[in-house]
């Protein structure tokens, strides 16, 4: 095991690695930068009806999905160019994940998605496709 993490980079920086960091070292997260991403996703969000708590740590926002199906209203979304990540992949069902990573204007752009889309699930809910519908009993 030792010389799989070894050969694969995990236990020693590799020598392309080491030569990158000069230039990784110039890099760097801007806080607060990403916290006004965040600060105006979650207003934004939160003005467009969505139940979604501020996070403090991380680089994504979970709104509460407005239907029960969020893979649905991922699908949903992303018809309309907004990318997110069904809660449901990450064992938290009923939400979707939002990255606060996207720049400012995507997230300008996104909210009017956000808001339709949301309005159009709660005045006529979509149905699963008709090969996943459980069948009705008989009469």
Known sequence: MLSTQILSG????????????????????????????RDRLVDGLRACGYDVMRPEGAFYVTPRAPIADDVV???????????????????LGGYVRASITASETMIDRALPVFARVRERALASPPRPPATLRRPSAAP
């Open 10 to 37: 995990w236990a020693m920086t590799s020598a392309i690695a080491q030569h990158a960091l000069p230039e990784i070292d110039r890099l760097s997260l801007d806080i607060t930068d990403l916290q006004r991403r």
């Open 73 to 91: 209203f991922s699908d949903m979304l992303a018809r309309e160019g907004v990318l997110c990540l069904p809660g449901s992949v990450v064992h």
